[in-house]
């Protein structure tokens, strides 16, 4: 057996396309569900030597998993190795109780909702479908088919939201009391349909990201929740009953663990090898039914990579980062610097020098990193 530990599934359907959106998703095609989940679990045959015996965590993102013909859904999650985290992500109005029951008759432990926002102008702004009831009817059904690790996607920076918007938007996400909040910038990339529409907007909105960025992380935090990576919170102290609700699949990444991505346009990094497949659908459902690997593109990671990548994706973080494991890549200078502008901490340990960036610091985040860079 392998060494990978953490496995990611490509489901790529949606009902409808976001106009902000660039993942790889396709709309309806409710004809090629049954072939792509062929597809998919002839993916992971092939691939499956390089997973461990244990596998940490699996999770399915898209697109819609949930969207997913209820039936070709069971049957994958039927098939995936066992895992001790298993995340599928959800968008609230999917969410029946008996999509439920299916995902806990499957195995699925953790839900990650997309809520995005209660606000209804700015919920029509990002095109999506799901109404504010829709959410806290979505987060109730999981209660009662008995998850107890939800999680809350929120979107900020919208067009035409402002500071109160975000502020109702944290209140109604606090009180559903979710073990998880993920927070996001809108992002919307050069030359969608999004940035055409909402060109002026957007600027306007990146002038205020710093300070709803502070809004965000204050109002969590003096909620209970701890801020341990850049975007994420989660439950923490007495209310989060003894347990570390820390996403294990996404902290996979930003410690720079290998993984396997199956399905259209995922991605892979194992051994030193970062593997992409191609997004076309027909291409990667054609490839597995004629029992070969689908198109893919290639790329080594050297050593200096590999350093960069581990110093940007660490410092997301609230722990500490082991000096010896980016060396490579931390120019020293810059990080005398920084520390006499109370934007780093260094501290040391059994296993020698470590860093992190302070409060200060984690708010100038990219910035900061981009210094430290050799």
Known sequence: MGHVRHLYVHLPFCAHRCGYCDFVTVVGRGEQHG????????????????????????????????????????????????????????????????????LRSGGVNRVSLGAQSFQPHLLHVLERRATPDEVRRAVAILRDAGFDNVSLDLVYGIPGQSPADLDRDLAEALALEPEHLSCYELEAKPGTRFTHAHGDELERQAEAMEGYFEQVVDTLTDGGYRWYETANFCLAGSRARGRDLRARHNLGYWRASDYLGIGVGAVSTISGERRRNAPGLARYVAALAAGARPPSELEAIDHET??????????????????????????????????????VDVSTNGRGEEIRLTRRGRFLGGGVTAELMA
């Open 35 to 102: 072939s792509y989940v062929d597809a998919l679990l002839g993916e992971l045959d092939l691939e499956r030597a390089v997973l461990a015996d244990t596998v940490e965590t699996v999770f399915l993102g898209g697109g819609t998993p949930t969207f997913t013909d209820a039936a070709e859904l069971a049957r994958l999650l039927d098939q995936l190795p066992a895992a001790e985290e298993l995340t599928v992500e959800a968008n609230p109005e999917t969410v029946t109780p008996e999509l439920a029951r299916l």
């Open 306 to 343: 590999s350093g960069r990548e581990k110093l940007m994706l660490g410092l997301r973080l609230d722990e500490p980062l082991a000096i010896a494991d980016v060396a490579s890549a931390l120019d020293r200078s810059a990080l005398s610097r920084l520390i006499s502008r109370g934007l």
